[in-house]
């Protein structure tokens, strides 16, 4: 069945570095892949997508990068600073057909050491 | 604008019991959708209506039904409540099935004892 893996499960990093949180992907109908960051107490919420025709996008300090023949996408954050802490989840959807059926990554604990 | 918005925050009930939560979409979105976050199952999906029908449905028992009103708000019911069916219960609410991106609340609680 449709399925999202993500890795790494967790991961530490130090003010000012740079963290990568990849995905892959099971199901070759997907086209629009969101990521989410979730605060404790909250609900996730959209910091950037990418869709099946793009293969990079920017915004600030995030980047998404999609390879549609490996099945693979990633999300990069740079220059990290302590309120980037959180757990971010990426996720996959084949968003015309499938409507609201989002398949989501088990999730990546990102703390950022000051 | 106001963002989604999820009721009640919290709840404790007992097994047994059935519970009833509520979510009101972003305005002017009409596809609202559901899902449940466990430690140990992560985010999965449970359903999506879209004008007052249900479009998907994840694998959850018949015990768990959901319906949208005609101004889009969504109800999810839950019946007899075993154990396991605590979590955190999100709600999330798209301009439409195509576009894609959702946008989550801040969930209710439902713990059951």
């Known amino acids: 069945g449709e399925n999202v893996e993500q890795h790494p499960s967790t991961l530490s990093v130090q003010e000012g570095d740079s963290a990568v949180i990849k995905c892959t992907y099971s199901d070759s109908a997907s086209n629009y892949f969101p990521w989410y960051k979730q605060e404790l107490g909250k609900g996730p919420q959209l910091i950037i997508d990418i869709r099946s025709n793009v293969g990079e996008k920017k915004d600030q300090r995030i980047a998404v990068t999609l390879n549609k023949t490996a099945k693979h996408f990633s999300l990069h954050i740079t220059e990290t600073q302590p309120e980037d802490s959180a757990v971010y989840f990426c996720?996959?959807?084949?968003?015309?057909?499938?409507?609201?059926?989002?398949?989501f990554g088990q999730g990546t604990e990102l703390s950022v050491k000051p | 604008k106001a963002g989604v918005t999820q009721t009640p925050r919290y709840l404790i009930k007992t097994r047994g019991q059935q519970v009833t939560l509520s979510c009101s979409p972003i305005?002017?979105?009409?596809?609202v959708s559901w899902y449940q976050q466990t430690p140990g199952q992560g985010l999965q999906f449970l359903f999506e209506y879209f004008s007052e029908t249900q479009r998907n449905k994840g694998n959850f028992p018949g015990r768990f039904s959901g319906r949208q009103f005609s101004n889009s708000r969504s109800e999810m019911n839950v019946s007899t409540l075993e154990l396991g069916d605590s979590a955190l219960y999100l709600c999330a609410s798209s301009l439409n099935r195509a576009k894609g991106e959702a946008f989550f609340g801040q969930g209710t609680r439902l713990t059951v004892v």
């Open positions: 996720a996959a959807i084949r968003s015309v057909n499938q409507g609201g059926k989002l398949i």
């Open positions: 305005s002017g979105h009409r596809s």
